[in-house]
């Protein structure tokens, strides 16, 4: 039952009005949740309503946090027992931070043994871009490619590291559309290269 205060034949109508619009969206979970305060416009009128934290779609309702202030500000401790929860986009996967942090490196110089910032050598730009998502790899270009999880070259996702010749003495970090990114050698910046620039030794994955 919903608890309210101050109501008269023309608030009724209001709040049955913003119910209406709030309550449009789509319920998803019967039953009785946390109350949620509704209020109505230039009115002190405000009614606690049972199960609204529970409706989706509620912050497309237009103008909701005239009627919903949870919407608008995180409620006051005590206020209700539960507040409106506003999905967010999802972050995106590491793969593709990889692929951003290594992306950001184009440019870079080559220096052999260099594990960035400003310069890199080829498994040095591979751990360093790994390090950026917070995951450690092995340093050097062998280990890295023994110790990463064999994937087939037609699984390939962004972020999965492409060693290269037959010793594994090269590798580069696969960003999508059959393109890698990897510090060549001296006088070769960081830069994007086709997948199959060089003869290819495995692909991997950590």
Known sequence: MAKHRRLNKTTTRRVAAASAAVMGATVLAPGVAGAVEVVVPNTDVRVDVQGLD?????????NIEQFVPSMQSAPAAG????????????????GQAIVDAVRSKV????????????????????????????????RTSQAQASAGQRVSLDALQPGDIIAYYGGASHVGIYVGNG??????????????RPLHYMPIHSAVRF
């Open 54 to 62: 529970q409706v989706q779609g509620l912050q497309n309702v237009p």
């Open 79 to 94: 206020n209700y027992a539960a507040a409106v929860t506003v999905p967010t986009a999802a972050p995106a996967s590491s």
């Open 107 to 138: 440019g870079a110089p080559y220096a052999w043994g260099a594990a960035g910032p400003s310069s890199f050598d080829c498994s040095g730009l591979t751990s360093w871009a790994y390090k950026q998502v917070g995951k450690s790899i092995p």
């Open 179 to 192: 393109m890698i990114i990897d510090a060549l050698g001296s006088g070769s910046p960081v830069a994007e």
